[in-house]
Each structure stands twice: as structure tokens, then as C-alpha cells.
């Protein structure tokens, strides 16, 4: 269980490199993509090991990486969004997604009603969604707790002397 | 912030033209429209002059007028033709930003330096494929492919990644590009479908459209609609839908060719 967490971590880290290499993140910030995005997986999968469900394991792991993305963003100096946006990316529900399309074409293909086709469809589709939803949700997080003021303007850890 | 007492004074047309073009880089970059709200209208004030800022997907309106005398406003539009994510031009104006505030540069100073901003390039191709290659094998390994199938995502993948810059290279539709590709890389990694490699084999169809995934649009369509950016944030919703749409017709078109199900 825990080593295969662990690997698991690595992968979404490297996923996360490759996202943040097509969106053009600077160089300074990719350990920190790389950072979030392993600690977010293995979050999500520790509070998965504890039996919380799905949706809720994804928003814990999203909102605990964007209050964590305010810190990152004194230390490369960037906004949050240019090193959070790539490192939500391999907690995208790819299979969900997947398996909800290929049960939309079953359904259209199929005269006979089967309603466990239609709620695993149904499901996956809606927990395609809302995983979708709550990885936003924890990248909003930094600019929404704050009252919409600039990251800039929050510390918490305390530095010696300000930067631009 | 201290001000100094006399700020030069500039015509409005080229200040409205250089707030516009930081504008409308930053809206093609990728920022959502809060930040580029922020940052422009923190340009503007430390040049000593009052915005106005209404955004569309299509464009930008600005309308400018001078602290002193704010009854003179120059409004004027931008479109905002391309959309191409660059994390590094959202940072780097987000840093010039600051600077211009805390150090009060002239207007040419900006003009420079936006247009440096302007000429960041892209990561080289090659590396670009390799760290995408890197990544649908990542995806394959997340969702619980075995190592055949993290081979066979990370071809297509790979070839899926060629298809799709050869598209968009010579001037294709940007959904026709997406779902062509979609569909060449369903297509290799439905091979493993159809002479069952491996343990589970529609993992890696699964994952091998993922590089495709409308990240950006995606999230920024939520912090826009949570920021009170309404029409902004409907109208990256729907190009992100138009996008995941792509991927499915390409997926499905593939599927339907080999006979998958």
C-alpha cells in the first residue's frame, strides 16, 4: 500500500512536469509543480485509505495544495495559478470521463432498458464533473479566502526583508 | 506607496494601446480575467491614470482617463484573437506589474519591456514530446496500467502530440486538430484492445487522449464564474466543452473503426 502510493506520487509529479512544460511554466517553479502535485496525490490517497469518498478526498487534496501554492508563489515568484494549474492536472478523472462517454454510446446503440447501464453512466459522468469542480475550487482558493487581495500581500511565514 | 508630485504627462492613445496590449497578452496567455484586471489596472495607476475594464472572450474595452482630470476618458477596444497558454508571460507581466508599481517606470521602460515578454518562446518541440510522452505514461501508471499498457499510451500519446502541432502548425481548426488527434492516438492504443495486451488494455485508450484535456480553460472558466466574471467564464466553459467534445468524437470514431466497445 505505501509504496505503491509513494510510486504512484512520482508519476503525478512527472505527469504534472510534462503539463507544466506544455503550458510554458518557468523553470523556477517546476519543483514546486512537482511538489504539489505528488503531495496532493499522496493526500488524496491517505484520506482515501481512511474511507472518505472520492469527491471529498479530491477537494481535501486541491484546497489543502492551494493554501500551500501561497507560500510556493513568494519563494519562484509567480502567481499561484502558473505552477497550480499544471499540478492539479494528473487528479483529472481521465477513466471516469472515459467510461461515462463509451456508456453514452452503448446507450445509443442498445434498444433494451438496463438501468445499471444508466446509473454507472450517470455516475461516472457526474463524478467526472464535480472531481472537475473541486480541483478549481483548491486552485480559487488562494485568491477567494483573502478577500480577493493580491498573494503578495499575504505572509505566513515571516521574511526579513520584502521583495518584488 | 509614495507617488512622486508631477507624473509625465503622456497621450492617452499610446497609453490606452500599451494597457491594451498587456491586456490582450495576458488574456491569450492564459490569466484568468481577475488577474489580468488586476494587473493592468495596477500599471495604469502607478502611470497616474483611472480604468475602466470590460472583458469579453473576443476582446477587451478600456476606458481611460486621467487622475487629475477624470472627466477626459479615451475609450478604446482590443481583440483577443488567439488563445495559446504561456505560464511565463502571466508570470513574467504579474512581476513587471510590481515593478512598475514600486519603482515607478516610465512608459517607454513598460513598452520595452512587454515587448521582451512578448518574444518568450515556448519549450523546444523535442522536449515538449518527451515530457508529454513522459506524461501519458504517468496517466497510464495512475489510472493502474501495467507496463504494456504504459508503453502503448506513451506511443500514442507521443504520436497523437505530432499530429496535433503538424495540425495546429499549418493552420487547422483548433477542434478538428483535437479530435484528429484524439483519434490517432485511440487508435494505436486501441490496438491493445483489439489483440488484448496486457491486463487491462482500455486504460490506455483512456489515458492516451488525456494530454489533450482543456486544462486552463477549464479552470479558469470556474475562478472566473467565482470572481463575478460571468460571460468570460460561460464562454471558456463552452470552449473547453467544444474541446472535451473533440476528444470524444475522436475516441468514438476510433472505437467504432476497430470495433471496440
Known amino acids: ?80 495559478t502558473v505552477f497550480m494549474a499544471p499540478a492539479v492536472i494528473p487528479m483529472v478523472p481521465g477513466v471516469f470521463a472515459y467510461r461515462s462517454m463509451m456508456g453514452l454510446m452503448e446507450m445509443s446503440q442498445t434498444s433494451i432498458f438496463s438501468p445499471e447501464l444508466l446509473m454507472q453512466t450517470i455516475s461516472y459522468g457526474l463524478n467526472t464533473v464535480f472531481i472537475l469542480l473541486s480541483l478549481a475550487v483548491g486552485v480559487t482558493i488562494p485568491s477567494l479566502l483573502f478577500k480577493n487581495r493580491s498573494v503578495k500581500d499575504i505572509r505566513f511565514l515571516r521574511s526579513k526583508k520584502s521583495r518584488v | 506607496m509614495a507617488k512622486p508630485s508631477t507624473l509625465p504627462v503622456y497621450d492617452y492613445r499610446v497609453v490606452s494601446s500599451l494597457l491594451l496590449d498587456i491586456a490582450a497578452l495576458l488574456m491569450s496567455s492564459g490569466a484568468h480575467t481577475e488577474r489580468v484586471n488586476r494587473n493592468v489596472r495596477r500599471i495604469a495607476h502607478a502611470l497616474g491614470y483611472n480604468i475602466e475594464l470590460f472583458f469579453s472572450f ?163 472558466s470556474i475562478i472566473d464564474l467565482m470572481h463575478g466574471h460571468i460571460i468570460v467564464g460561460q464562454a471558456r466553459a463552452m470552449q473547453g466543452m467544444v474541446i472535451a467534445f473533440a476528444i470524444a468524437m475522436g475516441l468514438v470514431i476510433s472505437s467504432a473503426l476497430l470495433g471496440v466497445h
Open chain 2, 58 to 220: 473576443a476582446g477587451i474595452t478600456l476606458t481611460l482617463s486621467d487622475q487629475k482630470s477624470p472627466h477626459l476618458q479615451h475609450t478604446a477596444f482590443r481583440r483577443v484573437s488567439t488563445y495559446a497558454v504561456n505560464m511565463s508571460v502571466v508570470s513574467a507581466i504579474s512581476r513587471m506589474s510590481w515593478k512598475v508599481s514600486v519603482e515607478n517606470w516610465p512608459l517607454e521602460s513598460i513598452a520595452r519591456e512587454v515587448e521582451r515578454i512578448r518574444s518568450i518562446p515556448h519549450y523546444p518541440r523535442v522536449v515538449l514530446l518527451v515530457m508529454i510522452t513522459l506524461a501519458g505514461m504517468a496517466f497510464c501508471r495512475l489510472a493502474g496500467g501495467e507496463i504494456p499498457a504504459m508503453l502503448l499510451a506513451g506511443a500514442a500519446t507521443a504520436i497523437g502530440f505530432t499530429a496535433r502541432n503538424i495540425m495546429l502548425g499549418s493552420g487547422y481548426n483548433l477542434a478538428l486538430s483535437i479530435a484528429a488527434a484524439s483519434f490517432i492516438a485511440s487508435a494505436i492504443s486501441g490496438l491493445g484492445l483489439v489483440f488484448h495486451w496486457g491486463e487491462a488494455p482500455e486504460i490506455a485508450v483512456a489515458t492516451s487522449v488525456l494530454f489533450l484535456i482543456p486544462g486552463v480553460p477549464m479552470i479558469n
Open chain 1, 1 to 80: 500500500m505505501t509504496w505503491l502510493l509513494i510510486e504512484k506520487c512520482v508519476w503525478a509529479a512527472l505527469a504534472a512536469m510534462g503539463f507544466a512544460t506544455l503550458f510554458t511554466t518557468p523553470l523556477r517553479a517546476f519543483w514546486a509543480t512537482a511538489l504539489l502535485a505528488a503531495l496532493g496525490y499522496g493526500l488524496r490517497g491517505i484520506a482515501l485509505h481512511l474511507g472518505l469518498d472520492l469527491l471529498a478526498a479530491t477537494l481535501l487534496a486541491s484546497c489543502t495544495m492551494g493554501l500551500l501554492a501561497i507560500q510556493f508563489a513568494h519563494w519562484v515568484h509567480t502567481p499561484t
